[in-house]
Nanobody, 124 residues
Framework: QVQLVESGGGLVQPGGSLRLSCVAS????????MGWFRQAPGKEREFVAS????????DYADSVKGRFTISRDNAKNTVYLQMNSLKPEDTAIYYC?????????????????WGQGTQVTVSS
């Protein structure tokens, strides 16, 4: 069993930055690939980024490529999402998710565990 707790969301102006964190319980964190997803009001959940369990490969949605960076610290059981050059369309609840395998995926239904989400609002 893995529990995920996100933090770091908030209100930021367009062009600003935020760093989200997701802390995982359990001693097998390093055997889980991790993903970030988001869901805006009235929209379906969408993939944002994923990272392998070793951190040597990352994947991003086209909409965030070049602006967001996913990383992880297995010693701290934590995955991060650095978000720069934020836009109003990035406003959403952001969720981290864990999948018990080497590679992440953009398919949310394949993930084993989910956090409760953290709200990100980009507005002037």
């Amino acid at each position: 069993q893995v529990q995920l707790v996100e933090s770091g969301g908030g209100l930021v102006q367009p062009g600003g930055s935020l760093r989200l964190s997701c802390v995982a319980s359990g001693r097998t964190f390093s055997r889980y690939a991790m993903g970030w997803f988001r869901q805006a009001p009235g929209k379906e959940r969408e993939f944002v980024a994923s990272i392998t369990w070793s951190g040597d490969r990352t994947d991003y949605a086209d909409s965030v490529k070049g602006r967001f960076t996913i990383s992880r610290d297995n010693a701290k059981n934590t995955v991060y999402l650095q978000m720069n050059s934020l836009k109003p369309e990035d406003t959403a609840i952001y969720y981290c998710a864990a999948i018990f395998r080497l590679y992440g995926t953009s398919r949310g239904e394949e993930y084993d565990y989910w956090g409760q989400g953290t709200q990100v609002t980009v507005s002037s």
